[in-house]
């Protein structure tokens, strides 16, 4: 497979819908285990189908409206096993046409909900600490319990999180860790982008998870705002996150906080079968 096409298309494809069409958990699966996926990339687009149910499909803005999205589908579905499920980025006009074309049913909605810079962010004593090597056996069981029911985060294991861990953006001091009696109560893993020369980085939310044992205690609240006046001392701009649609209670509390959604950031997710 022909990573470094993928990336000039998908590039290209971001800069005209706006958002990124592939997600980190693809780009990690493409480089670490390739064998998991039937793919044809070509000049002017994409199909991607990993472990027989994930598609990733996106044509080059200059080659839509004319049919492609169906023809590179079509190459890779009949390696399908049962269920396909397939994101849009974007909640795109073309990509609602071809789902419905290709028999998928939206099932899904993901928010991106953002923090402006000058947003005031009300103080917090919890006390949290730094990641330390040792805790990844108790972030792991966090994250199991705090997503027990959500598809590609509750699946997190040792060997996701470790390839996280290796990647360039990572820095131990950007995962907070609230606990009790030496055991992990909670947890604030946050992000900083890059940006380019001259401008502040972006901050993200990228995952926020408490022991549904601890829950009741204002841990989320509590963490959600230590990790965000860490990102401001980290010198971000904004701070974004991405949320179940239908998550009320994670929702509101991100209002509350000053997360706003808007209408062009919403994610979709559609499946057949």
Do not use: C
């Amino acid at each position: 497979m022909n990573l470094d096409l993928l990336r000039d298309l998908t590039d290209a494809i971001a800069e005209a819908d706006g958002a990124a069409p592939l997600d980190e958990g693809t780009w990690l699966a493409l480089r670490h285990h390739p064998e998991r996926f039937v793919a044809v990339v070509e000049d002017d687009g994409y199909a991607l189908l990993r472990g027989g149910e994930h598609l990733d499909l996106a044509v080059a803005p200059d080659h839509r409206r004319q049919g492609r999205g169906r023809q590179l589908a079509t190459q890779v579905l009949d390696a399908a096993e049962g269920s396909v499920h397939a994101w849009s980025h974007v909640d795109h006009p073309g990509a609602r046409r071809l789902a419905e074309d290709l028999g998928f049913e939206r099932t899904r909605e993901l928010w991106v909900m953002r923090l402006p810079h000058d947003v005031p962010l009300a103080p917090t004593d919890l006390e949290v600490r730094s990641f330390r090597p040792g805790d990844e056996k108790e972030l792991l069981r966090v994250n199991a319990a705090a997503f027990a029911h959500h598809p590609e985060q509750g699946s997190l294991d040792l060997e996701g999180l470790q390839q996280r861990m290796a990647e360039a953006w990572w820095d131990p001091a950007d995962l907070l860790v609230a606990e009790e009696d030496g055991r992990m109560l909670g947890f604030h893993w946050t992000k900083v982008h890059p940006a380019p020369a001259g401008e502040p980085p972006h901050g993200e939310v990228y995952v926020l998870g408490v022991d549904p044992g601890a829950q009741g205690r204002g841990l989320g609240k509590g963490l959600t705002l230590a990790g965000l006046a860490h990102l401001r001392e980290r010198g971000v701009d904004q701070v974004l996150l991405y949320v179940e649609a239908d998550n009320a209670p994670a929702v509101s509390l991100y209002r509350r906080v000053g997360f706003t959604h808007g209408a062009r950031d919403t994610h979709v997710q559609y499946t057949r079968g």
